[in-house]
């Protein structure tokens, strides 16, 4: 597969396969994402990885203890919540992603952007082993509660977690805009430019 | 080649060479870049390009580089779509320097201050809808060397 094919064919992959996810695998692929990235300095960005029964189910329990703190929404949402912790425990494997912020906007910046790029890398990565991921950052999970259990530190901020698992069929394609269609270029004016 | 096998010079090693950067090669290898996932195929970025000849009104731009390719982001109402917004852009930042590397043009991507700075952004046609994400400056490698893989850090790496 060319590279070309491989960053046009990856697809997310929201429904997996019950094959076990090897933990080693995740971490040597996770070894050349961070390798591919060509970074400078250190690295910025930790990863909480739940792959095992017991993490997973204890994962889920996090994604829904939300909606289980009040009792008429517990009562209302009853069966809802319930299918999305089997959704949630059903993903052989996790990678839970944090990146350290900064008071300095450049350091901020940068690294989120470095560890979002790893990420990249490793879903490219993970296509190549026919291991399907996707990228999750929904409101269910978008809560102080859930940053607390997983164990965000006051001065790190949530990437994201991506769900890994193989898969058995991919979905199609959704077509992207044409680049020219979002391309500007910057010409001299004339003027000179007041400093 | 397998993306398993390939490896990429740090950006810090970069050395760029005088040669123009042709936009079509640009346009062709975002073209592929934009296939990076991003939520609701909201596609928030835009590119703005810099040409070597078109700095002398962009005084602010002070690394030398044949080519400047700036990436904006659509602005949005909450920090978490906020957030969606600039990891795509940087997924699709990622495709687009893996690409430029088969194609020996290096990518250093870049933060710099003027980034935040409004009248800086007005100049560069940046509207208040949007924000700089990222730079990325360009240039073909001066003396190719296929790059010799750095070995691995430690991962920070705990379980749940």
């Known amino acids: 597969m060319s590279l070309e094919q491989l960053i046009r064919e990856r697809r997310s992959i929201r429904k997996f396969n019950g094959m076990p996810v090897p933990q080693d695998l995740v971490k040597r692929l996770l070894h050349k994402a961070e390798q591919l990235c060509s970074y400078d300095g250190e690295a910025r960005w930790r990863y909480v990885y739940a792959g095992t029964p017991e993490a997973r189910e204890r994962l889920a329990d996090y994604m829904i203890e939300k909606f289980q703190e009040n009792k008429i929404v517990k009562l209302a949402l009853g069966m809802l919540t319930e299918s999305f912790h089997k959704r949630f425990v059903e993903v052989p494997a996790n990678l839970i992603v944090f990146a350290k912020t900064d008071s300095d906007p450049i350091i901020h910046e940068s690294s989120y952007g470095t560890v979002c790029r790893i990420m990249q890398n490793f879903q490219l990565l993970g296509w190549e082993e026919r291991l399907g991921m996707v990228w999750i950052t929904e409101p269910a999970i978008q809560s102080e509660l859930f940053f607390k259990r997983v164990g965000l530190q006051e001065d790190e901020r949530f990437v994201g977690i991506l769900q890994i698992g193989y898969f058995d069929k991919a979905p199609k394609g959704r077509a992207r805009t044409a680049a020219e269609r979002s391309w500007t270029e910057f010409v001299n004016s004339g003027k000179q430019e007041e400093i | ?160």
């Open chain 2, 1 to 160: 080649m397998k993306l398993m096998d390939r490896s990429i010079e740090p950006q810090s090693s970069l050395q760029f060479n005088n040669h123009p950067v042709p936009q079509a090669l640009i346009l062709e290898l975002l073209n592929h870049a934009v296939w990076a996932p991003n939520h609701r195929l909201r596609e928030p970025w835009r590119f703005i390009y810099v040409g070597e000849n078109s700095r002398d009104e962009l005084a602010f731009i002070r690394t030398k580089a044949p080519g400047h390719l700036i990436i904006t982001m659509k602005n949005e109402s909450s920090t978490h779509k906020q957030d969606e917004n600039l990891a795509a852009i940087f997924c699709l930042i990622q495709n687009f320097k893996l690409l430029a590397w088969d194609k020996k043009l290096g990518v250093r991507v870049s933060f710099y201050e003027w980034m935040f700075d409004q009248r800086h952004c007005q100049k560069l046609g940046v509207t208040d809808k949007e924000r700089i994400a990222a730079v990325l400056e360009l240039g073909f490698i001066h003396e190719w060397q296929d790059a010799v893989p750095k070995p691995a850090a430690t991962l920070n790496w705990s379980l749940l």
